[in-house]
């Protein structure tokens, strides 16, 4: 069995890593070669914690386990730990036996910025040129960086509940070189591609906050009850998801199903697009949406690509079970 610390993931896991893992796991959820087992959350009843599993099978890759962790919001106040905390499991299909333990937790980031990248790929204008970000916490930098990889963005925009936060937006951007702007929510409508990653249980981003052929990678919503945007905004757009059973539940295609404003049947997997089964965008004008929910498979894929990294590197730890 292989050990890979959180310690040593960052040296060892590039946002192009993940983007690949990504891409290549929602084309086999697609395809009908990968699935996601039910998740299990549960209030532990134990310092506030909510404690769960998110796991799943590539048949393609060969690659199960699951990832387990949740929320202990203490964590950074009495013992100076991130409040999410978690640690990925990988074993072999063919034995069962565990083959890999890895460390989750920027993992997580780099996943869930892979998914909205992998969007703005399949989903964006190629001539998309101002990016907006709608959320500036821990995510939100991930999310800009990962974005900014693509290429052919010249300027950032950002709004954020707290604008005291943006600062940390504006960092990520001059990484790049590329100049970054505070606007208001109707500002928004200068962006070509928008990423909203907002803790919220309210809508945000308003259909007149978005011009016609943007692409919206909403990432933010991922338990029932959160939302960041308009529903009528998804009536409007051509919606697609990582997994139509968790965004219609879980993520923010659950208020406009609630609301009777699209049906189930209207939502398309991303993977379908990756794979050339379904074309994507249909015109330069036609505002295109990607619902993240975040899924378990990502973080098997993510954390695979980080197995074979450590080993290539010799960094992995290698115990005998
Ligand atoms: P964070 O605590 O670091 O940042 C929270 C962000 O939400 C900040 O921008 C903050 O200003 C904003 N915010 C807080 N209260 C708000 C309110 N009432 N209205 C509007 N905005 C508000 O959190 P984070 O780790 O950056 O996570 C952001 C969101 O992304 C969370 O909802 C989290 O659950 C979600 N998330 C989704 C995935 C996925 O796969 N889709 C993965 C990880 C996190």
């Given at each position: 069995m292989l050990i890979v610390p959180e310690r040593d993931i960052a040296k060892l896991m590039t946002p192009e890593?993940?983007?690949?893992?990504?891409?290549?796991?929602?084309?086999?959820?697609?395809?009908?070669?990968a699935y996601n087992f039910p998740v299990v959350r549960e209030a532990i009843g134990h310092e506030d914690a909510l404690y769960g599993f998110k796991g799943g099978f590539d048949?393609?890759?060969?690659?199960?386990?699951?990832?387990?962790?949740?929320?202990?919001?203490?964590?950074?106040?009495?013992?100076?730990l991130i409040n999410h905390q978690s640690t990925i499991f990988l074993f072999d299909p063919d034995s069962g036996m565990v083959s890999a333990m890895v460390g989750g937790n920027l993992l997580t980031a780099l996943r869930t910025a892979a998914?909205?990248?992998?969007?703005i790929k399949h989903l964006a204008r190629k001539d998309a040129r101002v990016i907006g970000m709608v959320g500036a916490g821990h995510q939100a930098k991930f999310?800009?960086?990962?974005?900014?990889?693509?290429?052919?963005?010249?300027k950032v925009i950002g709004w954020n509940f707290h604008p005291e936060m943006l600062p940390g937006l504006a960092e990520v951007a001059a990484e790049a070189g590329?100049?970054?702007?505070?606007?208001?929510l109707n500002g928004m409508r200068e962006a070509d591609v928008i990423i909203t990653i907002a803790s919220s249980f309210k809508p945000i981003l308003m259909t007149d906050h978005v011009s016609p052929g943007t692409h919206i990678a909403c990432m933010g919503?991922?338990?029932?009850?959160?939302?960041?945007?308009?529903?009528?905004?998804?009536?409007?757009?051509?919606?697609f998801t990582d997994e139509i059973a968790q965004s219609v539940s879980i993520g923010e295609a659950q208020h406009a199903i609630a609301a009777g404003l699209i049906r189930e049947s209207e939502i398309t997997q991303l993977g379908e697009v990756i794979n050339g089964t379904h074309a994507g965008r249909a015109s330069a004008d036609q505002i295109t949406l990607f619902d993240g929910t975040g899924v378990g498979l990502q973080d098997l894929a993510v954390a695979a690509a980080v197995v074979d990294l450590a080993r290539k590197s010799g960094t992995a730890i290698e115990i005998n079970v």
């Amino acid at each position: 069995m292989l050990i890979v610390p959180e310690r040593d993931i960052a040296k060892l896991m590039t946002p192009e890593a993940a983007f690949d893992a990504v891409e290549q796991v929602f084309a086999a959820m697609a395809s009908g070669a990968a699935y996601n087992f039910p998740v299990v959350r549960e209030a532990i009843g134990h310092e506030d914690a909510l404690y769960g599993f998110k796991g799943g099978f590539d048949r393609s890759s060969l690659t199960l386990g699951l990832k387990a962790g949740g929320y202990w919001p203490h964590n950074l106040e009495k013992r100076g730990l991130i409040n999410h905390q978690s640690t990925i499991f990988l074993f072999d299909p063919d034995s069962g036996m565990v083959s890999a333990m890895v460390g989750g937790n920027l993992l997580t980031a780099l996943r869930t910025a892979a998914a909205s990248s992998v969007s703005i790929k399949h989903l964006a204008r190629k001539d998309a040129r101002v990016i907006g970000m709608v959320g500036a916490g821990h995510q939100a930098k991930f999310q800009l960086r990962a974005a900014l990889k693509r290429g052919g963005f010249e300027k950032v925009i950002g709004w954020n509940f707290h604008p005291e936060m943006l600062p940390g937006l504006a960092e990520v951007a001059a990484e790049a070189g590329i100049p970054f702007e505070e606007v208001p929510l109707n500002g928004m409508r200068e962006a070509d591609v928008i990423i909203t990653i907002a803790s919220s249980f309210k809508p945000i981003l308003m259909t007149d906050h978005v011009s016609p052929g943007t692409h919206i990678a909403c990432m933010g919503t991922d338990t029932r009850g959160k939302q960041e945007l308009d529903p009528a905004l998804l009536a409007k757009a051509a919606v697609f998801t990582d997994e139509i059973a968790q965004s219609v539940s879980i993520g923010e295609a659950q208020h406009a199903i609630a609301a009777g404003l699209i049906r189930e049947s209207e939502i398309t997997q991303l993977g379908e697009v990756i794979n050339g089964t379904h074309a994507g965008r249909a015109s330069a004008d036609q505002i295109t949406l990607f619902d993240g929910t975040g899924v378990g498979l990502q973080d098997l894929a993510v954390a695979a690509a980080v197995v074979d990294l450590a080993r290539k590197s010799g960094t992995a730890i290698e115990i005998n079970v």
